[in-house]
Every structure is written in C-alpha cells, then in structure tokens.
C-alpha cells in the first residue's frame, strides 16, 4: 500500500499578512494542496493521508469547494482525514456534512473509529477534534489489532493543550504506520513507522528550514518512507557576527549577499559579536533591503575597559566596572557589558 502524508495544510492562512510577500505567501499555502494532489498522482498513491488541520480555521463553503475539486484531480488515491484542533468539527459544521467526494473519508467521531479499504487490505483509524484543546491522552493506551489486515493511525497532537503524546508507547502500539500531524516541523522516528510531515508551506517565520510532505510504502513485512520538499520558500537564519571594525556598510553587503544566495528564501538576520561603539544599527534600513522576516540585534559594544577605568575611577561607571573585573562567567560579562550601555547611554 502506497501513501502520501500531508498534514497542517492550514488552508486559508495568510501568514505575513502585511509585509510585501504577505500575498505570496497566502497563495502559496493555497498551492499546497494541488502540489500534494500532484504528488499522489506522480508516486502512484493508493490513499492521501491528512491528519488534521487541512483548514487554517472552520472552512467555510467555497474552501469545501476548491478542496473537493482539487480532490477529484486524484488519479487513484482515496483521502483520509481527521480534523484537527484548527479545523475542530462541530454538530453544524459545514465541513462535517458537505460532500467531499466519493473518495474522500473524513473520519468525523470523537472517539477512534476506522475506515476499512478490502482492495488494499488496509484500515485507517482515527478521531476528529470538536474543541480546540483535548488534554487527554488520548492515543497512549492503543493498540493495533493482529488480523492480518494493515493498520494505519492518523493522530494530531503531541503538547499538553493538543492530545499529549508518548512517542514510546505509540512506537509499540503496532501500527503499520502512524501519520501524525499538529506539529509543523517535520520529524521522522528513526526506524519507526511513524513520522510528522509538518506543514507543506512554513507558517510563521519560526518554521525555520524545509518543509514538504512525506510519501511511502506499508507491506506488512516492510516499510519506507520518504521526503519531499514541495514548500515554495523556506524561513532561513542569517547570522553575521560584527566585530569592533565592522562598518554599516559591511554588514549590509553581508545581508545582501545572503539575499542573493538564495533569492526565494526568506530571512531572519541575528547580528551577534561586538561592535564598536560608534557603530549606529539602522534596523529599519537593514530590514528594507529585501525578503527579511526580521533583524534581531545581539551585539554588544565593544568597550575599552582600561581606558573606561582611568577616565571614571571615582564615579559609578568606575565603580561598576570594578565589580565585574575579576569574575569571567559568560553571565557577569553579560551584565557588564548590558550595564555598560546603559550608564554610558546615561553619562
Ligand atoms: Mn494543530
């Protein structure tokens, strides 16, 4: 039985809303249901497994539509979907009623129930979210049943507020594979049939790195999985380290060339180190230079101690100084060098 797992697709996010890419963004978390549809009909799927949060929020009627179109492009794939704590089902959701295709099961108990495919020898079991929060644990005490058939577990959650989960119990229940979704870096247990997809498109610029969805194969005797980076850009750190000689314009031709790397990704810029103390950080010019998400400046000024010492023996700057001189923990030479700023800022 082949497969693709696609979780927190989060459909009708518009992440960065505001910024100049806000709407590129928007269009490309639409994009990633066609791409994953496109995925299953190039890998020969036998079901599209979607373990929650498909919707960013209740869909509303015309996100049902686009969605069931985009399921009648599959060739042969038949969906499985839960609903997660985003896309929660409620008694008069329309998600809960419209139709979404033949071949589309949207498993809408609260407690596990299944759905049994005899061509493929395959059940998927599963459960919907009807509240935002579910702290039970409710995927702990499982287990697979021994018939003969493959089992397969949908699952969303794994924080205290969102079903908690023991990675280790989960490992023995004896599933044949267990798609787990709510968490949006993708994570893969080594040499378990288990594994988070993540989201197809990272969602706030946290999601830091490639995202993508999963594809694999269940036999009974074997399994495989594999990694596919379908995201249109990722989030990527940036970290330039300034030094007392690092100049303005060093720093932005450092930030532009980081740009020019990889022109889809999108920044976030750290400045660590220490820089001199004329040295003046325009955050607002650096962040105008390109796709930066943002520019977090950590570094600090590069004081001469001794000269600081002879000029302000007698006063509180002198004094301050003196009561870090001897003490080299990382911690005391932060406060230094923190309390420094400010009672120069002061002086
Ligand atoms: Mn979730």
Request: contains cysteine.
């Amino acid at each position: 039985m082949k497969f693709v797992h696609a979780a927190d697709l989060h459909i009708g996010a518009t992440p960065e809303a505001g910024r100049p890419w806000g709407r590129e963004r928007a269009g490309a978390v639409a994009l990633a249901l066609p791409k994953v549809i496109e995925l299953c009909n190039e890998t020969d799927a036998d079901l599209l497994l979607i373990p929650g949060d498909l919707f960013d929020r209740q869909p509303l009627r015309k996100d049902l539509r686009e969605a069931a179109y985009n399921f009648s492009r599959l060739k042969k794939a038949q969906v499985v979907i839960i609903a997660g704590n985003h896309d929660f089902l409620s008694e008069d959701s329309p998600y809960a009623s419209f139709d979404l295709g033949k071949h589309v099961h949207l498993i809408k108990t609260a407690n596990l129930s299944s759905v049994w495919f005899p061509e493929l020898n395959t059940e998927v079991h599963g459960l919907s979210y009807y509240s935002h929060v579910i702290r039970q644990p409710l995927y702990d005490r499982l287990r697979a049943p021994r018939d003969g058939r493959l089992h397969i577990l949908l699952a969303h959650g794994g924080d205290a507020e969102h079903i908690p989960v023991s990675y280790s119990h989960l490992a023995e229940s004896g599933f044949d594979y267990v798609a787990l979704g709510h968490i949006h870096q993708p994570r893969v247990f080594k040499g378990l049939p288990m594994a988070y997809s993540g989201s197809p498109e990272p969602l706030d610029r946290t999601d830091l790195g490639q995202r993508g969805c999963l594809s694999g194969e269940v036999t009974g005797e074997s399994f495989s999985l594999q990694w596919h980076p379908i995201a249109s850009s990722q989030y990527r750190e940036a970290a330039i380290t300034v030094r007392p000689e690092t100049t303005e314009s060093e720093i932005r031709e450092r930030i532009i060339s980081e740009l020019r790397t990889r022109p889809l990704d999108l920044l976030c810029v750290r400045l660590t180190g220490r820089r001199d103390p004329s040295l003046q950080i325009d955050a607002d010019a650096l962040l105008s230079l390109g796709r930066i998400c943002s520019l977090s400046d950590e570094t600090k000024v590069d004081y001469d101690l001794d000269a600081l010492l002879r000029d302000h023996r007698d006063d509180m700057i002198g004094k301050y100084i003196l009561a870090f001189k001897d003490r080299d923990d990382p911690l005391s030479e932060k406060a230094l060098y923190y309390g420094l700023d400010e009672l120069v800022k002061g002086d």
